[in-house]
């Protein structure tokens, strides 16, 4: 039985049209139209314990109306939602006892007040035991490193500061299941990072299920093992995200790195089975169909032509796989 | 700046309540309960007592009805948004621009207090004068009171809007901002009629209520419009408005120089 | 049982704290509290001094009225406070994380905000109240001191319900909030003096649909030698302070019915 399972879900939103203009606003303020928004349209998926599942989508694809049915903060219209062997809505109290959620634009700390008084109303809130929370605690503050900002006033904290506060405050309560909505926005480099270091010891050490939902697609590289695509309110991909670059594309990349001095004019055309997609200073970025030509064959046929001082083959950014994910899905 | 900036910030602010149209009526509903409650408890009192007094029942009533209606004009609150621009510290790129700030500031009260009062006067009037009975209603005033009033309007206005601006001026000072946003409105409220008509208040206060600058805010205009002030002496009154105004701008300016280079030296 | 309010205690203490973090601030408003409801007093004291009473109803009597309705509602204004502010939540999307925490959602409402700087409002309506006991004709039992003491705890309870139906609201509409106003600061208003005064159909809405009257009206009726008492029967001003409690028991249903229509439409 999975953890989690989701059958036809569906969710439509009633929006209420505003009305432009003068005129248009006094005849709202007698009668008004509505337009109904499917937010999810027959959604489908599982995920077993212990996954870390990043779900993507473009905005408004239905990834936090997903996300609010599995917290169990919003009700379906349709549909079978299964979460611990709990319908979320239906026994808030008990499912919300086994959730972290840790909003990435939203702090769930108090702003006023340090960081362990936070914690410790947490602790209150969730009845842990003293040694439990202790216990937990000690364990966030030493893998997060929160020794010196627990004495910090919440509105104190720099974004990257107070995102591993809120990470720790989400676990405090041993959680079998943690959503993660956007958690690296805005940060750092060094604390994205952190966060997605700490996210996957979690995820590995004690078998936390994480449901990442990120634009981030460095934090989707590093982290998942799946990934699901969402999109006008439908699962539209499913799997690991080399399944899903094989799906869009088996196109890899060769960058060159040439001498600076060396006129370019004619590189295009030295490798007729490669795309020039761009330079980068120096380097070309060329793509090819390793099917039609072996990466092997493409080095020997360039370096006979051009004197080289690096190369590198890889896969093509994950950013340009998702995006053409999604222009073949027409999102 | 131009008058065809102001009447853009009229027409949307209009359009903004007006789109939030639940709302209005809520506010509608709320100011004529109130306005219920203080008629009833007035003409309690009234009932209590044979002697004679500076208003008559009527124009109590009167006065507490065109209290309602015009509430939108009193200097109730600040302006959010620059006290936003203020406690942001973005009031210092003000400074930039070759702008009178206080002019615009003052423009823009202005514009942000009529939008909201024709909202909502004109159905309180409509109801206060012509659907309430007898002897709960506002009764219909003479033409020359009626035209006197329209001038003390006017003055009210303008008196209402520097006291606004010594508002958002004050928030340049963080501490003694916040205090003066909490308890100006409060004095406003009383000092200006909207909690008992003035001529209630003992006879040994009137003078001193009146020279007040808050007296013009309601006190002048609803005395007018119900005729317990004789028009001739609009003159005499506006004088005072016109006073106060000029009194509060000026000091309004100064302080507002002198808070901006506050914020300069500060940083903000 | 107890742990909750054990949480409600350490609600209180961490809001206390949070609004204390800046103390010249903090005593800025309390004075603005004292100072606001002392000059709304003003207005009351102005009409007595000119008109002599109010019908037949002497200053120490209304200021009886005056003192317990506003001493009510201050204590509720500053313990009910969440629900006064929900609306904010709702709106910004942060009441999905009470949603979200293991504990009863009226209880985390409370807990929003403590609102200390209430101690004006409730520091006025004492004086007014122990003004107007020590200059009543008549001399109170205790029983009866009680008695006025349950009609204010019923009274902050049912100010409450008003603040939870407010509340409640929110979850609907944003923009009709303001209404609910009429009932709290107008009910306020309208309870500062003996509701007898208003007309009858006024009356009744006070007494029996937001029963304004059980703060201070129908209690006093025992204490007060006056003729409308002996219309009434006798266990009527006694029991009048469970009209409250009843009314918060009620408007809690609608809250919970509230509650889960959120849950079906989001924010």
Known sequence: MPQILVEDLVKTFRVSKRQIGLWGALKGLVAREHIFVSALDRVSFAIGEGELVGYLGPNGAGKSTTVKILSGILVPDSGICQVMGRTPWQERIDHVRHVGVVFGQRSQLWWDLPVIDSFELLRDIYRLSPTAYQATLEEMVDTLQLSNLLEIPVRQLSLGQRMRCDLAASLLHRPQLLFLDEPTIGLDAVSKLAVREFVKKLNQEHGTTVILTTHDMDDVEALCSRVMVIGRGRILAQGSLRDLRDQVTRERRLIVELDPDYPREYIAETLPQAKLVKWEGSRAHFSFDPTEVTPAELISEISGHFPIRDLLVENPPIDEVISRLYGELQL | ?268 | MKDSLTLYLRYVSVSMRSQMQYPASFVMMVVGNLVVNAVEFLGVWALFARFGSLRDWSLPEVALFYGMVHVAFAVSEAAARGFDILHRQVKSGEFDRILLRPRSTVLQVMGLEFQLLRVGRLSQGLVVLLWALTNLDVALTPIQILLILAAIAGGALLFSGLFVLQATMSFWSLETLELMNVLTYGGVETAQVPVSIYRSWFQNLFTWFVPLASINYLPLMAILDRPEAHTLPVWVPWLSPLAGPVFLLVCLQVWNFGVRHYHSTGS
């Not at chain 2, 202005?110 to 006067?121: E, F, K, S």
């Not at chain 2, 007018?224 to 005499?236: M, R, Y």
């Not at chain 2, 309004?252 to 002198?258: D, I, Q, S, T």
Request: hydrophobic share 55%; charged share 10%; with cysteine.
């Open chain 2, 1 to 268: 700046m131009n008058t065809k900036v102001y009447r853009a910030i009229i027409r949307l602010r209009f359009l903004l309540l007006v789109q939030y149209r639940a709302a209005a009526l809520a506010g509608i509903s709320t100011q004529f309960m109130f306005g219920f409650v203080k008629v009833m408890v007035l003409e309690a009192f009234y009932l209590s007592s044979t002697t004679a007094q500076p208003m008559s029942l009527q124009q109590a009533i009167g006065y507490v009805w065109l209290g309602q209606a015009m509430l939108g004009m009193l200097p109730w609150n600040g302006d959010a948004d620059i006290q936003a621009l203020i406690r942001s510290g973005n009031v210092a790129y003000e400074l930039c621009r070759p702008l009178d700030l206080y002019n615009q500031w003052y423009a823009r009260a202005i514009a942000l207090r009529v939008a909201p009062t024709l909202l909502r006067a004109v159905p309180l009037f409509l109801i206060s004068l012509f659907v309430l009975p007898s002897r709960y209603s506002l009764s219909v005033p003479t033409l020359s009171s009626l035209a006197v009033w329209i001038l003390a309007t006017i003055g009210a206005l303008l008196l209402g809007c520097a006291i606004t601006n010594l508002m958002n001026i004050s928030m340049l000072w963080t501490i003694s901002g916040e205090g003066i946003i909490r308890l100006l409105p409060a004095v406003v409220t009383v000092f200006s009629g909207m909690t008992i008509p003035l001529p209630l208040f003992p006879n040994w206060s009137h003078k001193i209520l009146e020279l007040l600058p808050f007296a013009g805010l309601v006190d002048t205009p609803a005395r007018f419009f119900t005729g317990q002030l004789d028009p001739n002496q609009i003159w005499l009154f506006l004088a005072r408005q016109l006073i106060w105004t000029a009194i509060l701008i000026i000091w309004g300016r100064w302080l507002l120089a002198r808070g901006l280079r506050r914020v300069v030296v500060q940083g903000g």
